[in-house]
């Protein structure tokens, strides 16, 4: 529902919205919509191309996971650990070595993007509207 909220900026966030506003309250508002709408259309054009098994094992990987501001290098870490000690590549019967190479070819974008869903997904878990994973290729 929309409405009123109050958002705690670090000193690093407030410069960021800064830059992109006037003074004035709402002059910040619009900024934060439009910068929440521009990275929305970046998550969804970057989404990766993963069949259900692969977005399973990540999703899988990631769940508890703190997310933080940039992914690409502990989103990968937890992925590849996953798969290390718990053997998730036979559990979800993905190809490991081809999910790796995908992986790694993934843009900053790609990576944001992943995240964002896995973390969409398990705060949606158990609620009336969840979040679901892509079914892939």
Not at 12 to 24: A, I, K, Q, S, V
Not at 53 to 71: H, M
Not at 131 to 137: A, H, I, M, S, T
């Amino acid at each position: 529902m929309p409405g009123t909220i109050s958002v705690y900026l670090s000193d690093r966030e407030d410069r960021l919205l800064t830059e992109r506003t006037r003074e004035g309250g709402r002059e910040r508002s619009e900024a934060i919509r439009r910068i929440l709408g521009r990275y929305a259309e970046i998550c969804q054009a970057d989404l990766p191309r993963l069949s259900r098994a692969e977005w399973s094992l990540c999703a899988d990987a990631l769940n508890g996971c703190w997310a933080q501001d940039t992914p690409t290098h502990w989103a990968m870490a937890s992925i590849e650990d996953h798969v290390s000690l718990n053997g998730a590549d036979r559990k979800w019967e993905v190809d490991w070595p081809e999910l790796q190479t995908k992986l790694k070819g993934f843009s900053r974008g790609g990576w944001v993007a992943l995240v964002d869903l896995v973390e969409r997904f398990w705060l949606s878990s158990g609620t009336e509207q969840p979040v679901e994973l892509p079914e892939g290729d």
